[in-house]
């Protein structure tokens, strides 16, 4: 509870966003406020992505680690997420901040996983202003899916954070895909590793199920069929621009590149759009298998056909990161899961910069 309880106090000697403001630069006998050049640098690269952005229609997903920090980012930012796509990922706040907790109980032994002590977690953070009130939870699409042969992370801790999720969000608009005999991958139709139960790289694998559209139906609802997609629909973003003080590229593990798939009709400004993020999972960022995760899990079809905007952020390992994983286990410090994680505030900004 430390940790919250310095956000609660107002500690300004170690709030990020408030250091900036203190800090200045000289320049032509001129002093102008380091965050006054920020914003300015910021409105710049928003004027590059603005689009026509339907209201209430941010979702997430991910797999596996992706899939913990798809959880995460929707319980912390709850009042502007309204639907998540987990695979293969475990309750929010699983790891304790621990790595120990996470290569355990968050992995293969789901038993040692107590949901009242991390519902109880969840809302001292909401308590302490760290996270919004899981309240809003309550009328949020969740589509829940684990292999039944899945080694890495067990269908026990899946189940886990569907009764997480129980607790918080009307139940009927919970789906679980329990039953459907993969490994630790992202099921497609026919890309990636075959058969369905192989384990290994790239972690996408040939099921003849179409995870991204399952997944991307059930939290918006009927879809139009998925298109061809267009190459030059794929957009780069910088997400070291984003990226809050004191992190860097390096210190936040996240790569100084991301990706966005802008559908035709987004791109013309010609139709309202929605907004979904995609995160990978371990050993899938783009440094590690290339553009595989963003172009043959299955979204961008989807996408182009009906006006969803794809955003796939990019993690990029460090030393404290060696499989380039999303932090859900507090290797950027103990904020990780939280509105002021250095991952979790990167993220929301770059989508809050696409309506700006």
């Known amino acids: 509870k430390q940790w919250y309880q310095r956000r609660v106090r107002g500690d300004r000697s170690s709030n990020p ?10 320049h032509s006998n001129n002093s102008i406020t380091l965050l ?15 689009y026509n952005i339907e209201p209430n229609s941010l979702t997430v997903s991910g797999l596996s680690a992706g899939a913990f920090a798809a959880v995460q980012f929707h319980v912390a930012f709850s009042s502007s997420v309204s639907g998540a796509g987990i695979l293969a990922g ?41 996270i919004d009130s899981p309240s809003h939870l309550y009328n949020s699409k969740v589509w829940i899916y684990s292999g039944l042969n899945d080694t890495i992370v067990y269908p026990g801790v899946v189940f886990k954070l569907e009764e997480y999720y129980e607790h918080y969000v009307d139940n009927n608009n919970i ?45 918006y609802g009927k879809l139009l069929p998925p298109t061809t997609t267009i190459p030059d629909n794929l957009k780069t973003i910088s997400q070291s621009q984003f990226i809050p003080l004191p992190y860097t590229p390096t210190t936040a593990s996240l790569d100084k590149t991301g990706y966005l798939y802008v559908p035709t009709g987004c791109a013309k400004n010609s139709s309202q759009c929605k907004v979904h993020v995609a995160f990978h999972g371990c050993l899938q960022s783009v440094t590690v298998v290339g553009t595989d995760y963003v172009l043959n899990t299955g979204y961008n079809p989807w996408a182009e056909a009906n006006n969803i905007i794809i955003v796939y952020p990019q993690v990029e390992a460090n030393e404290l990161n060696p499989n380039a994983c999303f932090d859900w286990w507090g290797y950027t410090g103990e904020d990780y899961a939280t509105q002021f994680g ?13 309506s700006s």
């Open 90 to 130: 475990g309750p929010y706040w699983c790891a304790n901040a621990n790595l120990d907790i996470a290569l355990t109980a968050c992995m293969t032994k789901p038993d040692l996983i107590i949901i009242d002590e991390l519902i109880e977690a969840t809302t001292y953070a909401a308590d302490t202003l760290s």
């Open 175 to 219: 789906a679980t895909v329990f039953n459907h005999s993969g490994e630790h991958a992202f099921p497609t139709l026919n890309y990636g590793n075959s058969p369905c139960s192989f384990l290994g790289p790239n972690y996408i694998n040939i099921c003849g199920y179409d995870g991204a559209g399952a997944l991307l139906t059930h939290l």
């Open 36 to 50: 006054t050049f920020l914003l300015f640098a910021t409105v710049l690269c928003r004027v590059c992505f603005s």
């Open 17 to 26: 966003f408030v250091l900036v403001s203190m800090m200045n630069i000289q």
């Open 342 to 354: 250095a991952q979790m505030a990167t993220i929301k900004a770059i989508v809050d910069s696409l």
